[in-house]
């Protein structure tokens, strides 16, 4: 597969956004709360308080939610083992989509936060380029990607059907309308440091 059909592959993507009304069955989950099999978590996973991050690749506030919020969290709560972090795409629009499907190709979660955290710091790169695709390409091929693992990852239409099934998870069982949206132990909370540092705080004391 050369550029120009991976490119088309990529424009064929469906597009989302928060309002799409969306056909896909839920996912059988006894609480959507709780990771599931396939849910990227950053920590302990059988750390005493949960933080969801529902969040769009292309989206500027998550950006800036993953270059300055996050490394706090994860300094002050995750490497001292009280919180466990899930990471949930809820893509706003085609290329966000394609960056995710991407980023799921990766097996281990220390590869698929350092590539999701590669895209937010270049955001304003790839995002703007004349070329995404291959941009986003170039950066999976840092963390470990070849061509044709990215080629096979688009192409994954049962990853594609999950990040979207999850999507209508979160905003029909937990009210997820924008991103990024926080939830502090199934409580939606602010973005901002201080509002996270104080649900946790009272997440874990409680």
Known sequence: MNRRQILSLAAATPLLSAGTALVMPKLALADPLEPDEHDRVLGDPDAPVTLIEYSSLTCPHCARFHTQTIPQVKKEWVDTGKVRVINRHFPLDRLALFAALVAECLESNDSYFAFVNLLYKDQNVWARSNDPVSEIAQRARLVGLSQEDIERCISDESTRR??????AEGRDDLGVNSTPTILVDGER??????????????AYKG
């Open 162 to 167: 999950r990040i979207v099934e999850k999507m």
């Open 189 to 202: 909370v602010g973005n901002s440091y201080d509002a996270i540092n104080e649900a946790l705080n009272d």
